[in-house]
């Protein structure tokens, strides 16, 4: 590891396989705490590169608990987190909403590095339990239409990294690689990102791929659709910047979003915005991500019939009963 340091204090970049390489000696555990932190600190205090997320990831691939659920037509939404925005669980709230549409998900997340609550702390608080047998999230997926990775049992380089990130407690390029490395593999993913530099390295490497990929960065900073603002969108042969308005919803502020100080504090708005006590605004930007990952699913259905789609699931019920066939499956 010293010899990469050194090199990469020359100001210099990895290449595609030495990245590969680098991190797959990381996640087999053959560098020290303070090794992988200040390798970690390169790529928080200059950009990184394609060649080098790109080897990142191969090396995630190469070595995570592949779990096969080509069958069901899975989708993730993942943001990358690291906005500093401290919003309530988005994403992880539009998956049951997209969940209750009809459209299975996969959802890959963690727990919180650099926010006080990550999709994996307030599944666990409402009493998920996590695993990464393929039976029993087949079993999950099946009975409520959506199943959860817990990223540190699929992919021992997070394991390996994560008192390192969590005593760090700033976004890293492992936030950049989370969407990325969903065990499934899958097909159909919306990926939300922090920076406008991050949408195009994103857009690149997704290009390569046979997914079929929403990227949205909302354009005052946000990781998702935030209402709070237009929204740039890229996928395969779309790239458009979306007002609220657009989509038949009102601009919002960022206080309306905001996700408490506690996975206590987040896991009451979860619960009040899917039994309908939720405000107007934290519903309009639930629908908004729920409603572009329908769209992303099914874009020949147009965006506004995406978006009466979520507002159908979240209003009914869909997305609440999701949620709790979720949690009883995998506890039974």
């Known amino acids: ?62 070595l995570c608990v592949h779990i096969d659920l080509d069958e069901y037509d899975v989708m993730d939404l993942c943001g990358t987190g690291g906005d500093g925005k401290d919003t309530f669980n988005i994403s992880t709230l539009a998956s049951f909403i997209v ?9 890959h997340g963690n727990n919180a590095v650099s926010s006080s609550c990550g999709s994996s702390n307030l599944l666990a608080h409402l009493g998920y339990q996590f695993t990464n047998d393929r039976e029993k999230l087949i079993e999950i997926l099946e009975k409520s239409g959506i199943c959860y990775l817990h990223a540190p049992l699929f992919h021992p380089a ?24 969903n065990p499934t593999f899958l097909k159909k993913q919306i990926v939300g990102v922090f920076s406008l530099e991050l949408a195009r390295l ?13 990227i949205i960065h909302s354009l005052d900073g946000y990781d998702e659709v935030s209402l709070t603002g237009s929204f740039k969108i890229i996928g ?13 919803l009102e ?6 979003l905001s996700g408490g100080e506690t996975v206590e ?18 519903n309009q930007v639930a629908i908004a991500n729920a409603g572009m990952a329908l769209y992303c ?8 019939s995406s978006m009466a789609e979520a507002r159908e699931s979240l209003e009914s019920g869909k997305a609440l009963q999701a949620l709790k066939k979720f949690v009883e499956a995998s506890q039974n």
């Open 1 to 62: 590891m010293k010899e990469i340091l050194n090199y990469l204090f020359e100001y210099k970049y990895l290449d595609r396989q030495t990245a590969r390489e680098v991190l797959t000696n990381l996640a087999r555990g053959k560098y020290n705490q303070s090794e992988m932190a200040a390798f970690l600190t390169v790529f928080i205090m200059r950009s990184i590169t394609i060649q080098e997320l790109a080897g990142f990831r191969d090396a995630m691939l190469d």
């Open 236 to 248: 395969r042969n779309d790239e458009s910047i979306i007002s609220p308005e657009e989509i038949g």
């Open 99 to 107: 969940a209750g549409s009809g459209q299975m998900v996969a959802k």
């Open 297 to 304: 699913s099914h874009p020949e259905n147009g965006l506004e």
């Open 158 to 181: 997070m394991k390996n990294v994560a008192p390192v990130r969590k005593d760090m407690g700033v976004k890293t390029f492992f936030n950049m690689l989370g969407p990325m490395v």
């Open 202 to 214: 994103y857009a690149y490497l997704y290009q390569q791929t046979n997914a079929q990929y929403l």
């Open 265 to 282: 504090d987040s896991a009451k708005i979860f619960i009040n915005i899917l039994e309908g006590k939720g405000t107007k605004a934290q």
């Open 251 to 256: 601009h919002l502020n960022p206080e309306q």
